[in-house]
């Protein structure tokens, strides 16, 4: 029992640093939307307020389109350098997009020259998440002791919804301290000033912190680790991450990004009560991730994700228009928690789920770029679909489709195998779990 302890202590701390890293970048990426409503009108000439959101979300959409190369290039650092390098090189590049976000000119004064600076800051951006999913995935559920998978590398969307969480009270700290015009004007460029000088604190975290056993302990010789041509010898596998994430990154954005928009655009609400509804609705999710990953040590990954699937199959439809006529505060927040308690089942564990699919040697290859692939398709066009939607005066489409990718993944998560027990030490071989620690979750 007494080496036990500390070897918790160690799991414990690259958790923290892997997560308080990984809440930066999301902070970082997500402020973009949160605040768009206030900047778009910064970068683009007077029209249409949709057209403009348009606008500023297929910009959004763009860096989605980066995130496949991030993917490709971060992911083979991770396998080829170590998780840290990876890590420390994501958090660089959010750094330097967070400022060139901070600096863009606006269109009075450079024309379209903003949008420019804005479109390269977003590419920066994509680049730079499209390593940090891989490469935290795979560095909290290396570092978590067996076992305890699943409720380790929960704090990943723990971190993520943190870094969105904090987004948002900062703009709702800024809505009752600016002026409307104020923030308009100049306020909105504040969370990108706050982003990057936040980024340099976790990079010099990052290091600093403690490279995972798995790799330390995995083939570094191996010629062709981190490589496509390992990837394409694990096919099956990165199909399966492109399919069970199509449905979950699309419900994922949908009630996360894309919400606070709705609840103003569509809905009725003032941006002060769907910025608030939001803040709170993250709240409650933020805290069901843990919970929900810990479930999942114990009954396995695929019925938390069949329950999610099911659900969102079922349920989209009838939330979303419920939520179009909410009316106020209450009624939209419960019925906002609602739909993302039925998204925790794949936020909870869909990073674990995706890393114990492959060996340590394309482990973050693996994850990052099919998982990049996917949101680059669905995520991060959701906003953009949803809105194009609306423009088109058949809003309740989207309702459909977002049911419609849940469905599809609703097939995959029925027919894949169970993930919980594999040796992430090994080649991808099935093994009991090792008991960790004193407090570590029974496995059943």
């Given at each position: 029992?007494?080496?036990?302890?500390?070897?918790?202590?160690?799991?414990?701390?690259?958790?923290?640093?892997?997560?308080?890293?990984?809440?930066?970048?999301?902070?970082?990426?997500?402020?973009?939307?949160?605040?768009?409503?206030?900047?778009?009108?910064?970068?683009?000439?007077?029209?249409?307020?949709?057209?403009?959101?348009?606008?500023?979300?297929?910009?959004?959409?763009?860096?989605?389109?980066?995130?496949?190369?991030?993917?490709?290039?971060?992911?083979?650092?991770?396998?080829?350098?170590?998780?840290?390098?990876?890590?420390?090189?994501?958090?660089?590049?959010?750094?330097?997009?967070?400022?060139?976000?901070?600096?863009?000119?606006?269109?009075?004064?450079?024309?379209?020259?903003?949008?420019?600076?804005?479109?390269?800051?977003?590419?920066?951006?994509?680049?730079?998440?499209?390593?940090?999913?891989?490469?935290?995935?795979?560095?909290?559920?290396?570092?978590?002791?067996?076992?305890?998978?699943?409720?380790?590398?929960?704090?990943?969307?723990?971190?993520?919804?943190?870094?969105?969480?904090?987004?948002?009270?900062?703009?709702?700290?800024?809505?009752?301290?600016?002026?409307?015009?104020?923030?308009?004007?100049?306020?909105?460029?504040?969370?990108?000033?706050?982003?990057?000088?936040?980024?340099?604190?976790?990079?010099y975290l990052r290091r600093n912190m403690l490279e995972t056993?798995?790799?330390?302990?995995?083939?570094?010789?191996?010629?062709?680790?981190?490589?496509?041509?390992?990837?394409?010898?694990?096919?099956?596998?990165?199909?399966?991450?492109?399919?069970?994430?199509?449905?979950?990154?699309?419900?994922?954005?949908?009630?996360?990004?894309?919400?606070?928009?709705?609840?103003?655009?569509?809905?009725?609400?003032?941006?002060?009560?769907?910025?608030?509804?939001?803040?709170?609705?993250?709240?409650?999710?933020?805290?069901?991730?843990?919970?929900?990953?810990?479930?999942?040590?114990?009954?396995?990954?695929?019925?938390?994700?069949?329950?999610?699937?099911?659900?969102?199959?079922?349920?989209?439809?009838?939330?979303?228009?419920?939520?179009?006529?909410?009316?106020?505060?209450?009624?939209?927040?419960?019925?906002?928690?609602?739909?993302?308690?039925?998204?925790?089942?794949?936020?909870?564990?869909?990073?674990?789920?995706?890393?114990?699919?492959?060996?340590?040697?394309?482990?973050?290859?693996?994850?990052?770029?099919?998982?990049?692939?996917?949101?680059?398709?669905?995520?991060?066009?959701?906003?953009?679909?949803?809105?194009?939607?609306?423009?088109?005066?058949?809003?309740?489409?989207?309702?459909?489709?977002?049911?419609?990718?849940?469905?599809?993944?609703?097939?995959?998560?029925?027919?894949?195998?169970?993930?919980?027990?594999?040796?992430?030490?090994?080649?991808?071989?099935?093994?009991?779990?090792?008991?960790?620690?004193?407090?570590?979750?029974?496995?059943?």
């Open positions: 029992m007494g080496q036990a302890q500390p070897h918790t202590a160690q799991h414990w701390k690259k958790i923290w640093i892997g997560s308080a890293g990984n809440m930066v970048e999301w902070f970082d990426w997500f402020v973009y939307a949160s605040f768009a409503t206030y900047f778009a009108g910064s970068f683009f000439p007077d029209g249409n307020d949709t057209a403009k959101l348009m606008n500023t979300a297929g910009i959004f959409a763009v860096g989605f389109f980066m995130r496949p190369v991030g993917g490709w290039l971060l992911g083979r650092v991770g396998d080829r350098r170590g998780r840290k390098a990876a890590l420390t090189l994501t958090v660089t590049l959010m750094s330097a997009s967070a400022v060139l976000i901070a600096v863009a000119p606006t269109y009075g004064v450079a024309g379209y020259g903003g949008v420019a600076v804005l479109l390269v800051a977003r590419l920066l951006q994509g680049l730079s998440v499209g390593g940090e999913y891989a490469a935290s995935a795979t560095y909290l559920t290396e570092a978590s002791a067996p076992g305890r998978r699943g409720f380790a590398s929960s704090f990943q969307y723990v971190s993520m919804t943190a870094g969105q969480i904090l987004g948002l009270g900062l703009l709702i700290t800024l809505q009752h301290t600016l002026s409307k015009d104020q923030l308009h004007a100049w306020g909105w460029r504040i969370p990108f000033v706050v982003g990057a000088l936040g980024a340099a604190v976790i990079f056993e798995a790799y330390e302990e995995s083939d570094a010789a191996a010629a062709d680790r981190g490589t496509i041509r390992a990837l394409l010898r694990h096919r099956r596998e990165a199909f399966l991450v492109v399919a069970l994430t199509m449905g979950g990154t699309v419900a994922y954005y949908t009630y996360t990004t894309y919400l606070t928009k709705y609840l103003s655009n569509s809905a009725g609400l003032s941006k002060q009560t769907a910025t608030l509804v939001s803040f709170f609705a993250l709240i409650v999710f933020a805290a069901l991730q843990p919970l929900a990953g810990a479930l999942s040590d114990r009954i396995g990954r695929r019925p938390l994700l069949i329950t999610f699937a099911a659900g969102s199959t079922l349920l989209t439809v009838p939330i979303m228009a419920l939520l179009k006529h909410a009316g106020s505060f209450w009624p939209a927040l419960g019925l906002s928690v609602l739909a993302l308690l039925i998204v925790t089942g794949y936020t909870s564990i869909n990073a674990c789920v995706k890393a114990e699919l492959f060996p340590t040697g394309v482990r973050s290859l693996g994850v990052a770029l099919p998982y990049a692939l996917a949101n680059a398709a669905f995520g991060g066009t959701a906003e953009y679909v949803a809105l194009w939607f609306k423009n088109s005066g058949i809003e309740s489409g989207f309702s459909w489709y977002v049911a419609g990718c849940a469905a599809v993944s609703l097939v995959v998560y029925l027919t894949m195998r169970e993930t919980r027990d594999i040796d992430l030490k090994g080649t991808g071989r099935r093994a009991a779990p090792e008991p960790a620690a004193d407090d570590a979750v029974p496995t059943s």
